[in-house]
């Protein structure tokens, strides 16, 4: 079993940047594939990014190079760098363990989330 417990999200305006942070306990992450999903009001659940075992990463085209995913093995915490915010980056942002590189599945573990909030 894993818990993972996001952190960092607020309300920034739009071009600020936020950083959150997903702290996982229970089992290691090294080794393990750990992503970023965000789901926004009235909207699926949709890919942000995913960084490898090997720090190898992937993003959606709609955050691509504003977006940076990265993590701590140490710590057992991932980070979302989040630049140039928009307001269409508003969402809940949840963090998750084990997601495939290959069409960026889900894992089979998520955090409860955290608000980002970007005003216009």
Same mark, same amino acid.
């Given at each position: ?5 996001? $952190? ?7 071009? *600020?940047?936020?950083?959150? =942070?997903?702290?996982?306990?229970? +089992? &290691? %992450? ?25 720090? $190898? ?7 691509? *190079?504003?977006?940076?995913? =990265?993590?701590?093995?140490?710590? +057992? &915490? %991932? ?39 970007? =005003?216009?």
């Amino acid at each position: 079993q894993v818990q993972l417990v996001e $952190s960092g999200g607020g309300l920034v305006q739009a071009g *600020g940047s936020l950083r959150l =942070s997903c702290e996982a306990s229970g +089992r &290691t %992450v090294s080794g393990y594939n750990m992503g970023w999903f965000r789901q926004a009001p009235g909207k699926e659940r949709e890919f942000v990014a995913v960084i490898n075992w090997s720090s $190898s990463t992937t993003y959606a085209d709609s955050v691509k *190079g504003r977006f940076t995913i =990265s993590r701590d093995n140490g710590k +057992r &915490t %991932v980070y979302l760098q989040m630049n140039s915010l928009k307001p269409e980056d508003t969402a809940v942002y949840y963090c998750n363990y084990g997601t495939a590189i290959v069409g960026q599945k889900a894992g089979p573990y998520w955090g409860k989330g955290t608000l980002v909030t970007v =005003s216009s």
